[in-house]
């Protein structure tokens, strides 16, 4: 943590938006994880005009037919029905959208309210650092899965109540880290100058901390949209996430799981890939960020 | 050195008063917790009854003091579905969730420390990439899909694991392996940093230049120190391991304190919950704070952080 590592940072900051993304089209973008997370978002985004059928209403007659392609599967139903006989493509396609509202809106809130505290707490430093440090330390010695799960269990299954969830249980990741950035960039000329020059603290906080550590936070938040989204579908999957019958991929494998000892793989198979490739696509994506926006934080 | 210890077990304390604060809080801000502690379908005398029972109408700090007494005794109430007390299950629970995660571990470390020095060792070839994908593929699938993709394969089509419960070793392969996976990429990618920052040391490259074997300059002289992390981490991965494994006890029906955690969840059975989540927490806390202490007694340098 070193000035001489962070002064060749902040360039970036002064390109316009054009010349940013000329500098990201370099070697190494990932391409194919950046076209699987977009395609994913349109996915999300055009659910309505693409499914097939009502996610939400089977057809009794119709379960556990087997995808197109294996005997018994029909056109109508291209990756065949679950065990209320329920579309399972549009069920995969409308659970797009729920991993997707509920990862993008659970990162974004940790990484506000995670931003902001590390940010007060590292400039203000004193009682007010301690008391949130002390906090954060409290709320890291639970797992967040294990955390999620109970706040999940007393408060009841929505999906506003799963982001809000998510969010308050992993700011606490972003405190850390941004904290650790703002001790050594509050020591910087800029600062001190700012300070002279008559600036309030919320001033500095602001305009001069908050672009500084923006990086960081960007990065955070790529790595954790994985993490996240694992999280959803792990609560979704023990039916204290997304209630039934909205379609999200991890209640999919939990009504998956009843099928699945008769052999309908596509049931467990299917939303099971979808998370994986989801996730996959977005650490891949954080991980080059990582490298690209902040070689601080190659080490994590 | 007794200042550093005495320091960090006040923190420690500290931690573990704000957590159970935090618990205690939540659980009284999201709702009205004579609902929580009543049985599902209380009536409304029922739930006065509680309130009284229980001293929800006391001031907080109150029924903070006795919430966090009755605690420090193992006093955690009555399981509504078991009809016992709620320590005693969890105590009974937690040998079965041990034997899982010291199974998991041990696949984790088989797994994660070879690949992690092979990848090492061949940084920047075909096999460093291919250890860095896999290390990527495992911590991309959620453990509790790689379950019940195994029990698909390894039950249903080729019939030769059983698919849930506990008793032999047969039952323990696939719940370790689920459990494991994760535990098995974050071993490689770890032993893989600190063998790299290993061979690079001035002990290594004497022993290069003495000639030995690089067989024996990896195996005997790189090998051990590039270890340290890996078993230090597996102490405290351990624990998170007893903790975290309440989706792959889900699916595969393991008898243990993660299962206990989901049935809690599924019967609206809260003294249970809540004491698991307490005990998580307490667990978690005292390992960090022997690692911490273990760490000042190896490195002194430690000790005279600020």
């Keep these: ?300 | 050195m007794k200042r550093f210890v005495l320091k960090r077990i006040g923190l420690a304390l500290l931690s573990l008063f704000l957590l159970s604060l935090t618990i205690f809080l939540l659980i009284r801000i999201t709702g009205d917790p004579a609902v929580l502690l009543a049985e599902p379908g209380a009536s409304k005398a029922d739930l006065d009854a509680i309130r009284t029972q229980f001293g929800l109408d006391r001031p907080l700090w109150v029924q903070y003091w006795s919430f966090i007494t009755h605690a420090l005794r193992g006093d955690f109430g009555q399981s509504f579905y078991y009809r016992t007390d709620v320590f005693e299950l969890y105590m009974s629970r937690l040998p079965a969730s041990l034997l899982l995660a010291a199974a998991a571990m041990a696949f984790s470390l088989l797994l994660g420390i070879p690949t992690g020095i092979i990848a090492a060792v061949r940084v920047n070839k075909w096999w460093d990439s291919a250890g860095k994908m896999f290390a990527l593929l495992g911590l991309s699938m959620p453990s509790f899909w790689v379950g019940l993709i195994m029990i698909l394969f390894f039950s249903v089509y080729l019939g030769w694991l059983p698919s849930s419960g506990s008793g032999t070793m047969l039952h323990l392969v696939m719940p370790s392996i689920a459990l494991g996976w994760v535990f098995a990429a974050y071993n490689m990618r770890l032993t893989r940093s600190s063998m790299l920052e290993v061979l690079g040391s001035e002990y290594v490259k004497l022993a290069r230049l003495k000639g030995l074997p690089e067989a024996l300059v990896i195996g005997k002289h790189a090998f051990k120190n590039a270890l340290i992390p890996v078993i230090t981490l597996a102490g405290i991965n351990l624990v998170i391991m007893v903790n975290t494994a309440i989706v792959v006890e889900t699916v595969f029906a393991w008898p243990g304190v993660g299962r206990l955690l989901y049935e809690g969840i599924s019967f609206r059975d809260f003294p249970v919950v809540q004491a698991n989540i307490l005990m998580a927490g307490t667990m978690i806390v005292v390992t960090n704070l022997l690692v911490d202490i273990l760490y000042a007694f190896i490195d002194p340098r430690i000790r005279f952080e600020r």
């Design chain 1, 1 to 300: 943590m070193n000035g001489s590592v962070a002064h060749s940072r902040p360039v970036a900051a002064t390109l316009s938006l054009a010349g940013r993304l000329a500098a990201f089209r370099t070697e190494g973008f990932p391409h194919i994880p950046v076209l699987i997370i977009l395609t994913v978002v349109l996915v999300a985004i055009f659910a309505n005009v693409i499914a097939p059928h009502n996610p939400e209403v089977g057809v009794l007659g119709d379960r556990f037919r087997p995808p197109a392609w294996q005997a018994g599967g029909t056109a109508d139903h291209l990756l065949g029905t679950d065990h209320l006989g329920r579309d399972v493509l549009s069920r995969l396609i409308f659970g797009a959208r729920v991993s997707i509202i509920v990862g993008f809106t659970a990162v974004i809130f940790a990484g506000v309210l995670g931003t902001t505290l590390g940010i007060i707490s590292g400039y203000l430093g004193r009682w007010v650092d301690q008391v949130i440090m002390r906090i954060t330390d409290a709320w890291l010695a639970l797992p967040v899965l294990v955390f999620a799960i109970f706040l999940a269990a007393i408060v009841g299954p929505s999906v506003s109540n799963i982001i809000i969830i998510l969010a308050a249980v992993f700011w606490t990741r972003y405190a850390r880290i941004i904290r650790g950035e703002v001790l050594s960039i509050r020591e910087r000329d800029f600062v001190r100058l700012a300070v002279v020059a008559g600036c309030s603290k919320w001033t500095i906080m602001r305009r001069h901390i908050l672009p500084n550590v923006v990086n960081t936070a960007i990065v955070l938040g790529t790595l954790q949209l994985g993490v996240v989204i694992i999280a959803e579908a792990t609560l979704s999957f023990l039916g204290v996430g997304v209630p039934p019958p909205q379609p999200a991929w991890g209640l999919m494998l939990a009504d998956g799981k009843k099928g699945m000892m008769a052999g309908y793989w596509w049931l467990t198979v299917l939303p099971g890939s979808c998370i994986g490739l989801m996730v996959l696509s977005a650490n891949l994506l954080g991980d080059w960020l990582r490298v690209k926006l902040d070689p601080q934080l190659r080490q994590l």
